[in-house]
């Protein structure tokens, strides 16, 4: 296992690593899957997202019935878990699975916890997506790659937590979205937004549309792929006003990418700076700030000081 002590920013080479975060990225929406089939609709998706834990990455409690269980992925003995109010625990390696394998035991463990559950077989925004029940093909899973991911995700929900923390308005959790495989934060400036688009690969349009019902100005980070081949944090409005792209923002190596219509910042950039969380928080500050100006967001109502440990805010 990689570590650094004097640096908890773990190097990060999607090149390298690429086919154990696409194995995680497809396992990843199963379990997902696995709670969106049980837990209620919340507004924009939120639901069905997945959380940082002290050992990879979570579901959080989701309800069935007069029960709850949990899916964790457990990077520090690479197993998924699966565990339930009613005392069943059960895991299976990670190594050696395919997404189909995966997919057939996981569903075979909830049934075996009392919690049988119906797990949708598409996977969802992937261009020419093979069904999990049908894709026997081998995935690589590199032990060290994952853990190195999951450390990483640790400082970036760490900051992200308290980048959320200077916001009054609406804002979502800081959690992880296995459709696209990114972790994300979205501030809201409080109006309707005019009706998504719509168009993500294997998404239905009524979901897109339903995430972007208000204005936002969300950021967050992924790993790499399509249209970027590194590990990068993003910042993207929408409606995008007028004037957002050109906006000024921080540190020196953010740029706005034409591609993706979204400003990028490598995470190679922030960590290797002196201070990476100041590196980070300058860039989730400017670019929000670039969305709220160019958007004529109510800035004085909506913002506030970042928290501090034990203190209330002042009235």
Known sequence: M?????????????????????ALHLWSQIVGKARTACAPWLNHGWQVALYVSPRGLTTSSVPNGAAIFDIEFDFIDHLLRVRTSTGYGGALPLAGQTVASLYRELEGMLAEAGVPTQINGAPNEIADPTPFAADDRPRRYDPDAASRLWRALIQIDRVLQVFRTGFLGKSSPVHFFWGSFDMAVTRFSGRPAPPHPGGVPHLPDAVAREAYSHEVSSAGFWP??????????????????????????APQAALFHEGLGEFILPYEAVRTAPDPDAALLAFLRSTYAAAADAGAWDRAALECDLGTPGVPRPC
């Open 2 to 22: 990689t570590s650094n002590v004097s640096n908890p920013w773990p190097e990060l080479d999607f090149t390298k690593d690429r086919e154990t975060f696409e």
């Open 224 to 249: 790499g792929g399509g249209l970027i081949d590194y590990p990068a944090f993003y910042s993207y409005a929408y409606p995008e006003p007028a004037g957002f792209r050109t906006a000024p923002v």
